[in-house]
């Protein structure tokens, strides 16, 4: 579950450290709401896009540990 994923990355990111994610486009506002809630922040989102014209299917989300910047 994509819960336990982040629980892992927040007990071995280390603070400043990044975690990097590749997931489909439609949980972006699920992973995102989770990495928050496990202490990282300044969240990045990047649509990986296979041509012009077409909806991403697939996202990067990046995110630092302990860290208060905005999303």
Do not use: Y
């Amino acid at each position: 579950a994509l819960a336990d994923w982040v629980a892992a990355l927040s007990r071995a990111v280390r603070p400043r450290g990044t975690a990097t994610l590749v997931l489909p486009a439609s949980r972006w506002a699920e992973a995102g709401a989770l990495l928050r809630g496990a202490g990282f922040g300044g969240v990045v989102l990047l649509p990986l896009l296979p041509r012009a014209g077409v909806a991403a299917k697939r996202i990067l989300l990046r995110a630092t540990c302990a860290s208060r910047a905005p999303d």
